[in-house]
Structures are given as structure tokens and as C-alpha cells.
């Protein structure tokens, strides 16, 4: 049986995400980004194509490797101007009944009590429709705008990330019991208070007393989201993730990190199927060849070559611009996105300068392009699912809403008449955990480290 392929919306809460320079374009509405409209309107667009769920990509720093400067990202507004992505939740979640919300937030930076009570919210807010895209960040402003010293080293964030991860899995699924919250009106009693519970939490980097302060949600822990690709984030994958952004580029290395996931999930002891593998796909949709290459057209010309070298160097850690043209790019393990600096850096992938600035000026030269009719578009991703084993895609915009538009009415139709796409949200599928793995109840699986804390806190069980 042909597999169920899933989409994201890929988004954030800024104008140039990640097709640098689009936003220019007429018929762009990114510049709307700080209007609470265009999400709303966002929501309801994806929700009507049956979507699993909005994806919201952050930074909290700037892009500083190119040319030594912040100046080029702030020139092209390349994630910067950038907002918070989860104050946009509760406004989409109440115009929608069945689209997920994926928040990225990072480990490094903020204590982990405050980032647990937060998704409490939202998952309560939003009826167990939530994910956390846990990230370590990559960028060495972001440790300076929070009082950090210095960068911190990338497995070092790893480090932290771990622990982080094991007070947040204590805070949801420990502190509080089922059953604590008994709203008895009769003895004015709202919690059984020893049902509620300290976690005592004390450990390299955190120190948390506990209790919980949110009341348990739907889905307890968020679902989570998780992207790095370095040997460090693909174990920590294989032990966390629920849904994973694979990021690399071409469909055979993608095969590749999507089989090499699903042994790492199986020797963590979880099963091959305990996590959802999605790549990015850039999309160009229209209804005939002509409408194509018009639009194709127009991307390739109003693209930011320049955008894309400031985009790169923030992530990989290598300044382009401070290269010879045929020098070759080289891979000294920099404290930034180690999997970016080495898709470029190392192997059969590795470039000279100029064949990496060849390649990010042209978006057709990414293998997770794809440009035509429908019927065109349904084939190629038909291709790539089948070779790669991939679950589905973040659909990442051209133009908004445009990219997500075409998508909706004339992608997501071709896909239902082949049976590769849902033609309805289930009603028994009443959390995001539940839409992405159905019939396994909104719950954390028992396989998940996170549901080991599940009653380790009852005062019963606790022995001296």
C-alpha cells in the first residue's frame, strides 16, 4: 500500500525566511508578518488543505558571518526583523479545529521550568495540537543577547539539551498525577494535593524544585520536532524526536539520513516507525507549462544571491566572501550548524567557492525543487517518497500565500485522487500526536524515555 505522504507549513514570524529576496514580488504578503491576519488567514488556508500542521522556524540572533558584518542580514531583512513564534499560536489555534502548531525553541539560552509551563499552555489552549522544535541554536550573538559569555561549544549545547529535555519530561509527566485535578465542588476541593508532586531536579546545568505549575494538557509533552543532522543531533533524535527535519539536499543523502534514523531509533529501543522523517520541498505550481515557466521565471529573478550567502554563513560558520574563487570550502568543525558546514565541506558535496555561490543563485539546481502542473509536481514527489523513505515535507513559500495557495487547490487534489494524501481530518485523531501516529492515543509511547517519569514522583513509590 502506497504510503500517506504529510505536510508542514513552513513559516516564521519574520520577512525573509528562507527563499531570500521573494519578498519583493508584488503578489508577496510577507512584509504582513507582524499583522495578526495574515496568520489567521495562514491557519485557515493550510487547515483547509488538511496540512498536519503550521511549522514555525526561530532565531534568536543575528546572521554575522558574512563579510564579518550583521549588516547584510539586516540590509535584506534575512530573519531579521524576526518575532516570537509562539505568541502567534493562540490567535491561529482559535480560527482552527484540526491544524498542529510547531514551535521552535531553543535549549541553550532559557532555564527549562518557564519553556515547560509555556507549552503547558499552548497545548491546553489549542486542545493538544502542539509541537516543540527543539533546538541548541547556532548562532554566537544569540549567547550574547542572553548573557552568555561566549558561544557555546556545539556539543556542549547537546550536553545541555539532554538535561533540559529530562527536567521538561519530569515537569509533564511526573509532577502531576492523573487524576489530581478532581474539580469537587462539594468538599472545594479543585487539586488532591498529593497528587502533586516536586521533581527535585538537580543536575549539571539545571537545579528544579518543581511542582509543575500547569495542570496536565491533552497531550502532556508536546510532540516533539527536532532538526539537527550532526552525529550528536541524530542521536539525540533517535532518542527525542517524534517528527525530524532532515536537512539535506539531494535525494540521496537523504535516503541515506532517513534509513540511518529509523536504525538509530531501533537501537535506541523505540522501533523503526517511532519517528516521522520529513524533508524541506520548494514548490512551483501551475495549472499549465506556460503559467510554470512564467513563475520560475520570476523566482529565479527577484532571488537574493546575496541573502543566501549571508544565510549560508550563518549557518555553516564560513564567510564566503573571504575565500578565493576556486578555494575550496573547509571543514574545521565551527561551533555553528555542523551538518551545513560539512554538506558543503566534505565528501562528493564539497565545492569551491564559486560552485557554492553557482549553486545557491539558481533554485533549480536543489533536488527538492520542483516546478509544474500538478500532475508533474504529484509525479516527482511520488519519486522522492518512494526513494528516500521520507514520511512527507515541510512546504516551504515562494510567495505568501501564494506557495501554500497552489499547494491547497491544485497540489493536495492530485495527491487525494492517487491516494497519497489524507481527504479528511479524522475525528478520533483529536491531537497532533494522534494525526501523526494513529491509534496510539495522545500520550507519549511507553518506548519514550519522557514516560519513564510517568508516577515517579507519587510519595508511595519514593523509598529511603
Do not use: C
Request: net charge negative; glycine share 8%; no cysteine.
Amino acid at each position: 500500500m502506497s504510503k500517506e505522504i504529510h505536510f508542514n507549513g513552513f513559516e516564521m514570524n519574520t520577512v525573509s525566511h528562507i527563499n531570500h529576496g521573494l519578498w519583493v514580488h508584488p503578489d508577496n504578503r510577507r512584509h504582513e508578518y507582524t499583522d495578526i491576519e495574515y496568520w489567521t488567514e495562514t491557519a485557515q488556508l493550510l487547515e483547509r488543505g488538511l496540512f498536519d500542521a503550521i511549522f514555525l522556524a526561530d532565531v534568536v540572533g543575528t546572521y554575522d558571518v558574512y563579510r564579518g558584518s550583521r549588516g547584510p542580514a539586516v540590509e535584506r531583512g534575512l530573519q531579521v526583523p524576526n518575532n516570537d513564534p509562539y505568541l502567534l499560536v493562540p490567535a491561529m489555534a482559535a480560527v482552527t479545529r484540526n491544524l498542529g502548531f510547531a514551535v521552535t525553541f531553543s535549549t541553550t539560552y532559557e532555564p527549562p521550568f518557564g519553556n515547560a509551563r509555556r507549552l503547558s499552555t499552548l497545548d491546553h489552549l489549542t486542545k493538544g495540537r502542539v509541537a516543540w522544535n527543539v533546538v541548541t541554536g547556532y548562532l554566537p550573538d544569540a549567547a550574547r543577547n542572553f548573557g552568555l559569555p561566549a558561544h557555546i561549544k556545539h556539543d556542549d549545547r547537546y550536553d545541555i539539551a539532554e538535561e533540559y529535555l529530562d527536567v521538561s519530561y519530569k515537569l509533564w509527566e511526573g509532577s502531576w498525577d492523573d487524576g489530581a485535578v478532581v474539580r469537587d465542588r462539594e468538599r472545594r476541593v479543585y487539586t488532591e494535593t498529593d497528587g502533586v508532586h516536586e521533581i527535585g531536579h538537580a543536575g549539571r546545568f539545571f537545579t528544579v524544585d518543581g511542582p509543575h505549575l500547569s495542570e496536565p494538557s491533552l497531550q502532556r509533552t508536546p510532540v516533539i520536532y527536532q532538526a539537527g543532522s550532526s552525529e550528536r543531533g541524530k542521536d539525540f533524535a533517535a532518542r527525542h524526536a517524534e517528527a525530524v527535519f532532515v536537512s539535506s539536499r539531494t535525494v540521496q543523502r537523504v535516503a541515506a539520513d532517513v534509513r540511518d534514523l529509523r536504525e538509530r531509533a531501533e537501537a535506541a529501543g523505540r522501533g523503526r516507525d517511532a519517528v516521522k522523517a520529513l524533508a524541506s520541498l520548494n514548490i512551483v505550481l501551475g495549472e499549465t507549462e506556460a503559467e510554470v515557466a512564467r513563475k520560475v521565471e520570476e523566482v529565479v529573478r527577484l532571488r537574493d544571491v546575496e541573502g543566501h550567502l549571508v544565510h549560508f554563513g550563518g549557518s555553516s560558520g564560513i564567510d564566503v566572501a573571504s575565500l578565493e574563487t576556486d578555494e575550496y570550502l573547509q571543514y574545521v568543525g565551527r561551533d555553528h550548524a555542523q551538518s551545513m558546514e560539512a554538506e558543503f565541506a566534505t565528501g562528493a558535496g564539497r565545492k569551491r567557492a564559486h560552485e557554492l555561490i553557482d549553486a545557491l543563485a539558481d533554485p533549480r539546481n536543489d533536488e527538492f525543487f520542483i516546478a509544474g502542473t500538478p500532475e508533474q509536481v504529484a509525479d516527482r514527489i511520488e519519486e522522492i517518497v518512494d526513494a528516500t523513505d521520507v514520511d512527507g515535507f515541510n512546504i516551504v513559500q515562494f510567495l505568501s500565500p501564494g506557495t501554500f495557495t497552489d499547494v491547497v487547490e491544485l497540489l493536495v487534489p492530485e495527491l487525494q485522487k492517487r491516494g497519497r494524501y489524507r481527504t479528511a481530518y479524522s475525528e478520533s485523531e483529536r491531537t497532533l500526536r494522534e494525526r501523526l501516529f494513529p491509534g496510539n492515543g495522545p500520550l507519549l509511547p511507553a518506548t519514550h524515555p519522557g514516560a519513564a517519569y510517568r508516577g515517579a514522583f507519587r510519595r508511595e513509590e519514593i523509598t529511603v
